[in-house]
C-alpha cells in the first residue's frame, strides 16, 4: 500500500525556521516525484513545487521560488519543505503528494498544520 | 504559467441531481487534468486522471470529459457523500496549477 506519511502540526515564531517532511513508502521512492501544496486558512489549494527524489531536480511555482526550499533523502524515503524565516502568512495547512510525469497525483500525505504566531 | 478557471464557483443542489463543474485553460493542456474531491479537514482525493479516466475505488456517478482547453466534471446523481470543493489541476506544464475550486453544498 502506497502511503505518505506527513510530519505533525506545528507552532512557531515570525521568524523561526522550519523543516516539515513527508515519508513515502510502498513504493519505489526515486520513481515518482513529490510536491507540495498549500492551502491557507478557508482558501484553495496551491501548488508550491515539486522534486524529483532520483536526482534531487527541483522546480518551484513563480510564487515560492526563494520563499522555501524542497530537497529529499533518498536513502530515507523521505521530501522536505523548509522555511529559514517564517512569517505569519505561511500559516497554513501543507501537503506532500506524489505523482509521475503523465500523470496528475494519485497519492496525498494527511496534511501538516503549520501556525506562525507572535 | 497556464491559468485555471472553474465554474461555478459554488452551487447548491438537492440529493439526485445531475451537477456539472467546467475547468478551462488558458491554453491548450491536451488531457494533462486531474478532478479531485476535498472535504473539510481532509487530504484531496483524485476522482478523474487523463480529463476522463475513473479513478479505481471512485463511484461511476462521477465522469469526467473534455481535451485542449475545457473540461467538465459531472455526477449523474448527487449523494450525500459528495457535498465537498472540488478542484481541477492541470499537469501539461510546471508549475502545475490547481483551479481555484468549486464548492457544492446542499440546497
Known amino acids: 500500500e502506497v502511503q505518505l506519511v506527513q510530519s505533525g502540526a506545528e507552532v512557531k515564531k515570525p521568524g523561526e525556521s522550519l523543516k516539515i517532511s513527508c515519508k513515502g513508502s510502498g513504493y519505489s521512492f526515486t520513481s515518482y516525484w513529490i510536491g507540495w501544496v498549500r492551502q491557507m486558512p478557508g482558501k484553495g489549494l496551491e501548488w508550491m513545487g515539486i522534486i524529483y527524489p532520483g536526482d534531487s531536480d527541483t522546480r518551484y511555482s513563480p510564487s515560492f521560488q526563494g520563499q522555501v526550499t524542497i530537497s529529499a533523502d533518498k536513502s530515507i524515503s523521505t521530501a522536505y519543505l523548509q522555511w529559514s524565516s517564517l512569517k505569519a502568512s505561511d500559516t497554513a495547512m501543507y501537503y506532500c503528494?506524489?505523482?509521475?510525469?503523465?500523470?496528475?497525483?494519485?497519492?496525498w500525505g494527511q496534511g501538516t498544520l503549520v501556525t506562525v504566531s507572535s | 504559467d497556464i491559468q485555471m478557471t472553474q465554474s461555478p464557483s459554488s452551487l447548491s443542489a438537492s440529493v439526485g441531481d445531475r451537477v456539472t463543474i467546467t475547468c478551462r485553460a488558458s491554453q491548450g493542456i491536451r488531457n494533462d487534468l486531474g478532478w479531485y474531491q476535498q472535504k473539510p479537514g481532509k487530504a484531496p482525493k483524485r476522482l478523474i486522471y487523463a480529463a476522463s479516466s475513473l479513478q479505481s475505488g471512485v463511484p461511476s456517478r462521477f465522469s469526467g470529459s473534455g481535451s485542449g482547453t475545457e473540461f467538465t466534471l459531472t455526477i449523474s446523481s448527487l449523494q450525500p457523500e459528495d457535498f465537498a470543493t472540488y478542484y481541477c489541476?492541470?499537469?501539461?506544464?510546471?508549475?502545475?496549477?490547481f483551479g481555484p475550486g468549486t464548492k457544492v453544498d446542499i440546497k
Open positions: 503528494a506524489r505523482g509521475n510525469s503523465s500523470s496528475s497525483p494519485s497519492d
Open positions: 489541476l492541470q499537469h501539461n506544464s510546471y508549475p502545475l496549477t
